[in-house]
């Protein structure tokens, strides 16, 4: 057992860290209404492989660097906060458990409900006094497309990338605590 900020993790972190930014800032679909990312796949290896605490530091600091490169709004901390809650979430559906198609639909929706219906909307208040009602409509709607989506590919996705030998070999050697 290692402990959880060793060389070979924070390089393996930043991986993600860096794949997160990528999918949120540089491969998002921007529509006037709402943003649509595919940042739940790296998020959801943070989970598994790092565990509730590790998966919080690197979302959050993928939150911030994507904040930093590609401005959205002025720099506001609840997002980047939200997006360590949402890591968080994501390690403790997944850290040392089987990735089950059960658990991947729980862990989506809860997941996605809250970020999407709790968190972003009351950042956009916070920042801009944005009203409830105008976002949500259009944020279940995105929810009724994306979800299905989300699981489809976290299901075909993530488990192939986890039976490959190296991943497991980390998985086993480095129980994040």
Known sequence: ??????????????????????????????????????????????????????????????????????????????????????????????????????RIILATIVISILQSLVFTPLNLYLLYQTPYASIFIPRVIRLLITIPIQICLTYWIVPKVLCVHGVQRFVSNYKIY
């Open 1 to 102: 057992m290692k402990k959880l900020f060793n060389v070979r993790v924070i390089a393996l972190m930043g991986i993600f860290i860096a794949l997160d930014v990528l999918l949120t800032g540089v491969f998002a679909i921007n529509t006037p209404l709402m943003r649509i990312t595919f940042n739940y796949l790296p998020r959801t290896f943070l989970g598994v492989l790092f565990g509730p605490f590790g998966a919080f530091v690197a979302t959050f600091t993928s939150g911030i660097t994507n904040d930093l490169l590609f401005p959205n709004n002025p720099f506001f901390i609840g997002f980047p906060l939200s997006a360590g809650v949402v890591g968080l979430l994501f390690g403790y559906f997944f850290y040392q458990k089987e990735v089950t198609l059960k």
